[in-house]
């Protein structure tokens, strides 16, 4: 079988129309180990769409959330609502369940979890929480988090922030509970990404520096939305420069830096709900 990687839902829509998209991801990696899910989209739409698809979830043990906003975290309540999904474990980053909010001039909005530790328990699930730099959770499939910050372009976004619910004090969201997702294959390594808010460039050199395998494909969203023009071209270079042979960005790159990226990178895909990866 080798590894299969499928994207349940993300924002845009392939040939399958008769899926569900919306702004989220969820991915499903089935390797002849295990099958374990990345991200829950905002809604259980992931859910119909892997019934659609033909993809049976009752053989998931594990959960990985990449960090704690609600388009990658909203629909695990209707995972939880699931027969199957008892037992599961779900892997969290450190600070994961903090409460994060998307600051607009005076306004603030909630952006978090609509779920706590406490629910998963009462689902009978176990919250793992990552607290080294990677975890093996299943033979050749690894959570890393604690991402170097060496690229200075790429700080922490004033927009995000923490409020503290006890003394009211905000923080930037220095998203100290991302994580990512590194699969080992025969063609190198799968890393999936949720939003890679610490930077994507330094989430690729931390996986360059625990990992000697090179990074064969690049999945996930990599939050250039908001970059400029510069930091752009310098995620792109060096996407190139590391020989990344395959890249699969979406979600939060916005349509700016793919328009770039699929004019520039005769590797790059758009990869959308519905595409489904076989890697040997």
């Given at each position: 079988m080798g590894v299969q990687i499928t994207t349940l839902i993300e924002n845009s829509l392939g040939e399958h129309t008769g899926l569900e998209t919306e702004h989220g991801i969820s991915f499903l990696i089935e390797t002849e180990a295990a099958s374990i899910?990345?991200?829950t989209g905002q809604s259980g739409a992931f859910i119909r769409n892997a019934e659609?698809?033909?993809?049976?979830?009752?053989?998931v043990t594990q959960v990985v959330?990449?960090?704690g906003h609600y388009d990658h975290?909203?629909?695990?309540?209707?995972?939880?609502?699931?027969p199957y999904a008892q037992e599961c474990t779900v892997w969290v980053g450190d600070g994961f369940f903090?409460?994060?909010y998307g600051k607009f001039g005076p306004s603030y909005q909630f952006l978090g979890n609509d779920f706590d530790q406490l629910f998963l328990q009462q689902q009978g699930m176990t919250c793992a929480t990552v607290t080294?730099?990677?975890v093996e959770i299943s033979p050749g499939?690894?959570?890393v988090t604690q991402f170097s910050r060496s690229y200075a372009q790429e700080q922490d976004n004033p927009r995000f922030v923490l409020i503290d619910e006890k003394t009211g004090t905000e923080t930037v969201d220095d998203f100290h509970d991302e994580v990512l997702v590194v699969v080992e294959t025969g063609k190198g390594l799968v890393v999936l990404v949720g939003c890679s808010h610490p930077g994507i460039l330094n989430m690729i050199q931390t996986v360059g520096q625990l990992f000697t395998e090179q990074i064969y494909l690049l999945l996930g969203g990599t939050h250039l939305v908001e970059a400029d023009d510069a930091r752009i071209d310098r995620a792109i270079d060096t996407c190139i420069d590391t020989h990344i042979s395959q890249l699969g960005i979406s979600h939060c790159t916005g349509e700016r830096a793919v328009a770039k990226m699929e004019k520039t990178s005769e590797n790059f895909f758009r990869n959308c709900t519905g595409t489904s990866l076989r890697i040997g």
């Open positions: 899910l990345f991200d659609r698809l033909q993809k049976d979830l009752s053989s959330l990449s960090h975290t909203g629909g695990l309540r209707a995972f939880a609502a699931q903090e409460k994060k080294e730099n990677k499939v690894w959570v």
